[in-house]
DNA sequence: GACGGACTGTCGTCCAGACGACAGTCCTAG
DNA sequence: CTAGGACTGTCGTCTGGACGACAGTCCGTC
């Protein structure tokens, strides 16, 4: 838990696109309409979104950042199903019903950093009055989904080195910049395995030269040698993310774009 | 694979309601506006509705089975998220987009029964005219994707013996009655785990006298004591599944309708 | 009634990874 | 500069479960 809390700095979002992604895509007409109900919120590492069983009150879609959408055993241990970034927004629920009950919990993963909030009522409201906003939503809960499954897949049957290796590249998907903040602890927790085990893992993978790791804080240092090394299922997860961005996505730097989308097979060429 | 297979009757259906719970659940308005472009058409076990990559051509009401949605791994094992029954429809791509594209694979489990279907162009005709049925079937969405994140907790921290027990529970309540084909090897492939641990697990769970097992039969012999042994993911799953269906449920005889719905609390008291 | 196929029981062997424990290292607040 | 807290490296020990193998059992078909 953080010490010092920044005020809270609410702000309409009046200025141009925020840099989430969902938002970017949308129409100047359906963006415009969107917009009045948007405010620009802080958002902090390990900052819970919602948890289950809770009434969803807002949407977030995350300018930057790492989210984990996760379920917590009654034991209290919490496991990892899908990530979300500045590509999707948190409360997934609100898509599906109006008295948007949260099934999982909302942790955010990685950094600092703001997202624009919607309340659900507002997103509900734009939801049934503009049809692409609801296929592009639509199709963003598509790739969460596939993710979801993909996880379940991977999560029996690949080694914690594999699993580590699919979620920093997920995370480094989403981030944009080669280092962010991360401790064993954590990611051990989201996969499932134990910190012994995925400290293990991480002192393997420093010493063959792929990421840095120091005190809460990962690099990635040869993202190509990263992919060789995981299994397929970063692929498939990462394939059905390049499927949001019909033909070109919008004018980036980070990796996201590499490749052309190619949604029907999962793994690339 | 069956060696000799009826031949396929498709009917229109035209009579009273089908026994798929979902389609029960519509107002008589609603049902009667989607009654003209329902097939019922015979389901058979290990018929696989769709693959990934593949498009959606229709959605299926089962009226009965058990059918599982599964993530193939590029290895060649397939693992089950999420089991679809009676309560259920197969196709959930569908809701979320037009151009349904799946990302997975549904394989049906149980045993043969028939199911309502309805072509992917009539049904997303139907979810943006009705309201009702849009709503419904979002509720129904938000079951599935909690049944995956359950499944994805429970197969990470859970012994091959507690994940047994939750799909056999599942399944039976799915099934309306005490017994059903289901090899070893099936339930293993679903649950990730091996044949020879699945066995070793079954014959456990008969020799504790809550269950009967032979050559592809399975028999609840005493719910109460499975749901003893059992790891709590499943009666997380359970009460999501309950909360479909708002106050009072359809007259049914099984132990579906044993408890109140309780969908703030996944644990039942 | 015999045969082949499908399903189940069981037995070694082997290993990934859990779990607990503890020491070392870095970072930051005071 | 220092102390405390957070993070990481590592080491035993122990076990669930994978994997391969093979024999036994039931069932439907010819």
């Known amino acids: ?29 359906d963006f415009h309409h969107l917009r009045p109900h948007l405010q620009t919120v802080p958002v902090r ?92 939503l639509g199709r963003y809960l598509q790739v969460v989904i596939g993710q979801m499954m993909q996880t379940t897949a991977c999560n029996v049957h690949h080694s914690v080195r594999e699993r580590c290796v699919r979620w920093l590249l997920i995370a480094h998907d989403h981030m944009h910049r080669q280092n962010f903040t991360l401790s064993h602890a954590f990611l051990a927790e989201m996969l499932g395995a134990s910190r012994p085990t995925v400290s293990a893992v991480a002192g393997q993978l420093q010493a063959a030269g792929l990421i840095r790791y120091s005190h809460g804080r990962v690099t990635v240092v040869d993202r ?33 774009a590499q490749e052309p989308p190619n949604c029907r097979q999962a793994h690339r060429p």
Do not use: W
């Open 1 to 29: 838990m953080p010490k010092k809390r920044r005020p809270l700095s609410v702000r309409q979002s009046t200025e141009g696109r925020p840099q989430n992604r969902l938002l970017a895509l949308l129409p100047d007409e």
């Open 45 to 136: 590492r390990t900052q819970v979104f919602h948890k289950a069983g809770e009434r969803l009150r807002h949407v977030y879609f995350l300018n930057g950042g790492v989210c984990s959408l996760t379920t917590r055993l009654s034991h209290g241990a919490i496991v990892e199903a899908a990530t979300i970034g500045d590509s999707g927004f948190v409360g997934i629920e609100a898509f599906l019903r109006d008295d948007a009950v949260s099934l999982s919990e909302a942790i955010m993963q990685v950094p600092d950093t703001d997202a624009e909030r919607l309340s659900v009522k507002a997103f509900r409201r734009a939801l049934a009055e503009r049809p692409v906003l609801r296929t592009l």
């Open 224 to 256: 190509t040698g990263l992919e060789a090394v995981s299994c397929d299922c970063y692929a498939a997860i990462r394939a059905h993310f390049d499927c949001l961005q019909p033909g070109r996505q919008a004018n980036r730097t980070s990796s996201y």
